[in-house]
């Protein structure tokens, strides 16, 4: 499985952005996937996981503005963030869970740079 973020870059406060995570591979073996974000000097965090049934869940700090959602007939993650804000500044990752044939396997993007400008 190899997972591809996209749609980063830099943004003005209180702008929008979709970021996307294409999935490639053994598509069929994936479940659960989320999305992580690292900011500098700080731990990767949770964002938000969404199950292959369509079930989503946010971290507290993130329900408000934060949308992952998930097209599985074009095997891509996405997550839509609203009204950016500096402290999004941070590489988000792509993170998938096998299923199956590949279960107990996790599988991680390369990450996409959000930088979000006064």
């Known amino acids: 499985v190899q997972l591809v973020e996209s749609g980063g870059g830099l943004v003005q406060a209180g702008g929008s952005l979709r970021l996307s995570c294409a999935a490639s591979?053994?598509?069929?073996?994936?479940?659960?996937m989320r999305w992580y974000r690292q900011a500098p000097g700080k731990q990767r965090e949770l964002v938000a996981r969404i199950t292959s049934d369509g079930a989503a869940y946010y971290a507290d700090s993130m329900k408000d503005r934060f949308t992952i959602s998930r097209d599985i007939a074009k095997n891509t993650l996405y997550l839509e963030i609203d009204n950016l804000k500096p402290e999004d500044t941070a590489v988000y990752y792509c993170?998938?869970?096998?299923?199956?044939?590949?279960?107990?396997?996790?599988?991680w993007g390369q990450g996409t740079q959000v930088t979000v400008s006064l």
């Open positions: 591979g053994s598509i069929f073996v994936i479940s659960t």
């Open positions: 993170n998938a869970d096998g299923a199956r044939s590949l279960r107990g396997k996790e599988f």
